[in-house]
Nanobody, 122 residues
Framework: QVQLVESGGGLVQAGGSLRLSCSAS????????MGWFRQAPGKERGFVAG????????SYADSVKGRFTISRDNAKLTLDLQLNGLQPEDTAVYYC???????????????WGQGTQVTVSI
């Protein structure tokens, strides 16, 4: 059973950057499609970005394209999300998650981290 732990969240001013990391233990990380989701206060959790098991294919929500970059290191069992050009509307709890195949639907992900808070101030 894979366990996921996020880190790297924090408070940043608009226009700033953060790098989120997700460390995996157990399971077979290199065989999973990995995704980042976020949940803002009062809103449903939604897909942010995903990366194939090999790391070669990525997918992004339209709202973050060109600003966020997802990457993974299968040797280190880590998943990263580089957040650039942050805006107040990016404020949310960010979660990493594992799935067996590419998907933007949270219901298809079988393992989740506990989340890390990102707060963007004006």
């Amino acid at each position: 059973q894979v366990q996921l732990v996020e880190s790297g969240g924090g408070l940043v001013q608009a226009g700033g950057s953060l790098r989120l990391s997700c460390s995996a233990s157990g399971g077979t990380f290199s065989s999973y499609y990995m995704g980042w989701f976020r949940q803002a206060p009062g809103k449903e959790r939604g897909f942010v970005a995903g990366v194939s098991a090999s790391g070669y294919r990525t997918s992004y929500a339209d709202s973050v394209k060109g600003r966020f970059t997802i990457s993974r290191d299968n040797a280190k069992l880590t998943l990263d999300l580089q957040l650039n050009g942050l805006q107040p509307e990016d404020t949310a709890v960010y979660y990493c998650a594992a799935a067996w195949s590419p998907s933007t639907l949270q219901s298809t992900y079988f393992a989740w981290g506990q989340g890390t808070q990102v707060t963007v101030s004006i």
